[in-house]
């Protein structure tokens, strides 16, 4: 396991995969709220951007006063200075991925990235 780590999450509503995977370029956590919860405070980043993937079942951000309607294979990038709050739906609850990364700092994409071995 010298090149990789793995790790298996069980159900908590929310689980932040820097520390069990050891990253160093991004944060990632997973998150789920039952129907009709929220997250209980607004947020915005000094850096981060924020990309969302909407893994289950439905909700919604409210993203600067703005509400974006969210459901299964929806994806959403939010600016870090965007004001942002995330709920489910009053009859579904959501489960969504949240990938934060320093925005600009993509300098290459896979294709130029990648080294074929």
Request: aromatic fraction near 6%; charge should be negative; proline fraction near 3%.
């Amino acid at each position: 396991m010298a090149n990789y780590t793995k790790t298996n999450e069980g159900n908590e509503g929310r689980v932040e995969l820097h520390e069990a995977l050891g990253l160093t370029g991004a944060e990632i956590s997973i998150n789920k709220l039952p129907a009709g919860a929220g997250v209980p405070f607004v947020h915005a980043h000094k850096n981060n951007e924020e990309i969302y993937g909407i893994l289950e079942g439905a909700g919604f951000a409210t993203i600067d006063g703005e509400k974006v309607e969210l459901v299964a294979g929806d994806w959403l990038r939010v600016s870090p200075a965007a004001k942002r709050q995330f709920s489910a739906a009053a009859d579904s609850g959501i489960t969504f991925v949240c990938i934060q990364v320093k925005a600009g700092s993509l300098d290459v994409f896979t294709a130029d990235d990648a080294i074929m071995c």
